[in-house]
Each structure stands twice: as C-alpha cells, then as structure tokens.
C-alpha cells in the first residue's frame, strides 16, 4: 500500500522559495511516477511537476526554470523545490503516486497525500 503526506508548505513572501517534500509510507516506492499537483480556490487542479520510475522529469510552463522534482528512493520521499514564487503560485499542493506510464494527467495517478498550502503574499 500507499501512504503519501506533504510537508514544506507556509507563507513566503514574493519572490521567495519553498521546499515541498512527499514522503511515502508504502515499501514499493521506486515503482511509482510520481507528481506534483496544485489547486487554488475555485480553480481546477493543474499539474505542476513529474518524476517518473526511470527518473526522467516534466514540469508545468507555468514553472519552468523556478521548480525542481526529485526523488530518493531509497528514503521513499520525493520534493518539489520552488523558486520565485508569486502570489498566483498560491494553492493547495499535492503529491500523487501512480503505477501507469509516463503522464501529466492526474487519472493516471493511483495515490494522493492529502495537501499542503502554499501562500505567497505580494
């Protein structure tokens, strides 16, 4: 079994970093692809980031060049390193792990952790 829970998450002004980790409680994690998703209040949920089972990385255009997703498999985590944050970065961000192929679209992932919030004031 699966068992994601997030950390990092806080209030951080404009411009500054957050570090976002996931750390999984199941004993099959090198297995999964794992993600990064965010909702903001009244919006839709957006992908943010990616690291699959073979390492290889996608990230949203929105954070292109200010986010970074790696993972430790060995410490059955994965984090999510952001930068330059701005104030429409605000949402509620969650990790998912899913056993599918590599995707951006949040059906493919099995698992999800139940959220941490990120705040960026101007």
């Known amino acids: 079994q699966v068992g994601l829970v997030e950390s990092g998450g806080g209030l951080v002004q404009a411009g500054g970093s957050l570090r976002l980790s996931c750390a999984d409680s199941?004993?099959?994690?090198?297995?999964?692809?794992m993600g990064w998703f965010r909702q903001a209040p009244g919006k839709e949920r957006d992908f943010i980031a990616a690291?699959?089972?073979?390492?290889?990385?996608s990230y949203a255009d929105s954070m292109k060049g200010r986010a970074t997703i790696s993972r430790d498999n060995a410490k059955n985590t994965v984090d999510l390193q952001m930068n330059s944050l701005k104030p429409e970065d605000t949402a509620v961000y969650y990790c998912?792990?899913?056993?599918?192929?590599?995707?951006?679209?949040?059906?493919?992932?099995?698992?999800w952790g139940q959220g941490t919030q990120v705040t960026v004031s101007s």
């Open positions: 199941g004993r099959t994690f090198s297995r999964y692809s």
């Open positions: 998912a792990a899913g056993l599918g192929g590599p995707t951006r679209n949040w059906n493919a992932y099995q698992y």
């Open positions: 690291v699959w089972s073979d390492y290889s990385t």
